[in-house]
C-alpha cells in the first residue's frame, strides 16, 4: 500500500511548483495555498522563509 506524497508540482507551477504541490497533496485550489503563503508574508513575514525552506526540502515530481 502507497501512501499519498509530497512533491513540488511540475504543471501548476509559478515559481517552484511549491504552491501547487501543496494544494494538489491537500486537494485544494492552488490559488487558495498561494493566498495563504501571501498573506503570511505580508503579515508574519515567516510566508517567505517558509516557502524557501520547501522549496529545498520539498522534492520535484517525478515525471510520469
Do not use: H
Request: hydrophobic share 50%.
Amino acid at each position: 500500500m502507497q501512501g499519498k506524497r509530497l512533491y513540488r508540482a511540475r504543471k501548476e507551477r509559478m515559481i517552484a511548483g511549491v504552491c501547487g504541490g501543496l494544494a494538489q497533496y491537500l486537494g485544494v485550489d492552488p490559488s487558495l495555498v498561494r493566498l495563504v503563503f501571501l498573506l503570511l508574508g505580508l503579515t508574519v513575514g515567516g510566508g517567505f522563509l517558509a516557502y524557501l525552506v520547501c522549496w529545498i526540502v520539498i522534492p520535484e515530481e517525478p515525471e510520469a
